[in-house]
């Protein structure tokens, strides 16, 4: 089923900061949410509509369990939409020429859309990274990172097929406003606020911009509204009929890149869990792949809460969406590659069906920069 969610008022999705009494008391937004945050309101809409099935699973101690079938439910893709296109996080192998930064800004300022241009491995051996890949990304030229860029789906086909000459990038930020909310703690018992509990949160506000989510597994009505992140703040979703396409790329010789479209939880941190951290190679079925270079991006933190046993869950860092990996196949067949990774979670795990990890494979022609001097 595919449907498109809009928030009707301010949202809040918590990033990963403490937010407690006497350490802090300011909490940031992120936004778009966690694929986390996604699923757990499509099991809400399910439950919505069966009370008492979700009384019976939390009283048989029987939620998330092979009984719950709820728990079928798979997260097959999540993109935005920003005025009717369709866009995902732009991969972190692209940046801004400084120089042309902040003039191309207020040059394009109306069609919110900027020049980027894309990196490419080198060995220069005066560069450190604190990844140890065999290459580093560079470019001949002073570069600025994207922070909050994203593509259209023109623009991703482009970067699928290595047509990076003329790729713009839109930043969320020309979209989405933060608005400050101060609050204070209410005692339950007096109806009177707490001392030392005043805190601030910033919301966001989404301007012409709805989530474009696919799943299956479960049944929900076509419309309806959502509870969906900090608040329970409500959203609007619809049944739609629009497609998100990810064309396939023709991969030239052994060359390729593995870019994700939302963030992933790998035990080894920045590395993909198929990959040995020591010799950064490992195998997709009978296909032997090695990882030459990487944009990853800092770490997110990933949390949330646990219904079932009434508990915040363990706090983990995540690669962020837009990380890409520059690969090449030492045995085996590029089908293969294609075949596990474009358009379907690098994540065989209960998070990979939550909608984490979700990735493409694009084009790369084994092409390195070649720094002047």
Known sequence: MLIRIKAIDTVFFRDGKPFNMGSENVADGIFP????????????????????????????????????????????????????????????????EKEKSINLRKKEKRNKSYQAVCLKPTTNDSMKSSVPTEYILSYNKMIQSIADGFISDMNLSNYI????????????????????????????DTRSAKESMLYLINMNRTNDVSLLVDFEGIDIPEKGILKLGGEGKATVYKKTSDKFYLEQPEIDGDYFKICLITPAVFENGWLPDFIDKI?????????????????????????????NLNQPKPMKRAVPAGSVYYMKIEEGTKEEVIKCFHNRSIMENKLGKEGFGLSYIAKWGGDFEELKE
Request: hydrophobic share 40%.
């Open 161 to 188: 097929n290595e047509d990076c000459e003329q790729l713009k990038v839109s930043l969320l930020s020309d979209y989405v406003s933060s608005e400050a909310r101060i609050g204070i703690a209410r005692d339950y």
């Open 279 to 307: 010799n950064l190679t490992g195998y997709i079925g009978n296909t032997k792949v090695k990882v030459l270079s990487a944009a990853t991006g800092k770490p997110l933190a990933v949390g949330g809460y646990d219904q």
């Open 33 to 96: 949410p966690l694929p986390s945050a996604i699923y757990g309101a499509l099991r809400s809409a399910y439950f919505g509509q069966r009370p008492e099935l979700l009384h019976d699973l939390i009283k048989d101690g029987s939620l998330n369990s092979v009984e719950d079938p709820s728990a079928n439910l798979k997260i097959n893709g999540i993109v935005l939409v920003i005025k009717n296109t369709l866009c995902i996080p732009a991969p972190l192998d692209l940046v801004f």
